[in-house]
DNA sequence: TCCTACGATGGACGGATTCCAAGTCAAGAA
DNA sequence: TTCTTGACTTGGAATCCGTCCATCGTAGGA
C-alpha cells in the first residue's frame, strides 16, 4: 500500500498522518470495511482522528479511483481497497462475510445491444449471495 | 396488480384502503421507487397515510416475494414490483434512471467451482451502469 | 350489529452520513 | 530555519433513512 501514497503524493495530495493511517487500515486482501470500522482502527493508531476525516479520506480515495464503494445490503457501505483487479463479490446470508471473486468471462458481455435502451454501459457489478461454509 | 390483491387476500391479508394504495402505487413496469417516494404518491390518494405504514406493507411485500428490494447506491433502498421476471438492473450514474433488463445466460452459471470458496451460492444479482441517452 | 385481533398512526429513536465554522498544519518560498 | 497560506482536520449539529412503540381504529368473522 506504499505505492499508494507515493501515487497520491504525485496527484498533489498533501500527506496527513491521517490520511496515512485511513490508507495502511485498508490494507490486505478480502478487505471490506465499513466507515465506523476503518475510524475505530484509525483511532487506535492515531486517537485524535475524527469520523469526518475518515469520511472525507474514504470519498475522495474513491474519486482516485484507489478504492471502490460497496453496498452489499441496505445498511453501511463498505471500502474495498482491491479496486484494481477487477472483480466481483460473494457475501454470505447469514454473517455478512464477503469474499472478492472473479467469475469466469465478462458480466457486460451477456448484455445484449437491444436491452442497453440506449444507455453507453461502462460496468457491471455481480452480487453472488449464498451461505458460507462456517454458517452452513 | 389487482391480481396481487386477489393473491394477498388469499394468503389471508386484511385488506385495508393504506395496503391497496400502496399496492397500486406501485403498479407498472421499470417502476424504482424509494420508501418516501411511494409515501408521497400514496398521499396523493389517502392523505393520512402514515409513512410506517408504508415502511411496513413494503416489508411485508417483500416477503411475500411480490415486490424485491433493489440496492443500488448507498442510500435509500428501492422497491421493484416486477418481482416475478427474474431480471437485473442497468442505472444510469447521472441521474440514476433504472431500467429493468434481461441480461443473456445465467450469472450464476459464470463463478466456477473454485472461486466459491465452499459457499452454496444461491443468486447473483448484477447491476449495469452507464449513461442513458438523456444525460449523454 | 358486535367483537376483537390485526393493522394504522405519529412521534421518538438510532445509525449512517453530510455539513459547517473554526482551528491546525504540510510543504513550498524566502 | 522560519514564514505563509491554503488545504486539511475537527467535533458537533444537521439530515436522511429506517425502526420501534404505545395507542387508536377498523376489517371481517360470529
Redesign the pocket.
Known sequence: MSDLLVRL?GRG???????RVVAEVLDGDHVHL???EVHARAVQRLP??????V???L?ELVGLGEVMEVATD????RYDPNAHRPHQHLVCSGCGTIRDVQPAGDPLADLPAEQRFGFAVATAEVTYRGICPDCA
Do not use: F, K, P, V
Not at 13 to 19: C, D, E, I, S, V
Not at 48 to 53: G, K, P
Not at 74 to 77: L, W
Open positions: 503524493r495530495w498533501r500527506l496527513t498522518a491521517q490520511r465499513t466507515a465506523d485524535e482522528i475524527s469520523r469526518a476525516t469520511y472525507n479520506t470519498g441496505g445498511r453501511a457501505r
